[in-house]
Nanobody, 114 residues
Framework: VQLQASGGGLVQTGGSLRLSCFVS????????MGWYRQVPGKQRELVAQ???????NYADSVKGRFTISRDNGQTAVYLQMNILKPEDTAVYYC?????????WGRGTQVTVSS
């Protein structure tokens, strides 16, 4: 299984970005998927997860600003990020939650300028 995240970039505070992640393999519809982020020197954190039925959960730090969604036909998971803040600056990764995270892809850099 390969995970390819894209859509990051440089944006001003208050701006928006939409991240995409395409997942190879045939069992995507059985995966609980998540978006994670990591800042250098800190542990990777889970910011959003989407269940098999599309239900979503969010970290408190992004609740109300980020929206995760999935498209089983496209074997893709998306993260719409609005009202971005400088503290959202990180490398963002997608990966499974169930089953446990697979081999990590390269991620996509999100930089929010103040």
């Amino acid at each position: 299984v390969q995970l390819q995240a894209s859509g990051g970039g440089l944006v001003q505070t208050g701006g928006s970005l939409r991240l995409s992640c395409f997942v190879s393999g045939t069992n995507f519809h059985n995966y609980v998927m998540g978006w994670y982020r990591q800042v250098p020197g800190k542990q990777r954190e889970l910011v959003a997860q989407v269940m098999i039925n599309g239900a979503a959960n969010y970290a408190d730090s992004v609740k109300g600003r980020f929206t995760i969604s999935r498209d089983n036909g496209q074997t893709a998971v998306y993260l719409q990020m609005n009202i971005l803040k400088p503290e959202d600056t990180a490398v963002y990764y997608c990966n499974t939650i169930v089953p446990p995270p697979l081999t990590w892809g390269r991620g996509t850099q999100v930089t929010v300028s103040s």
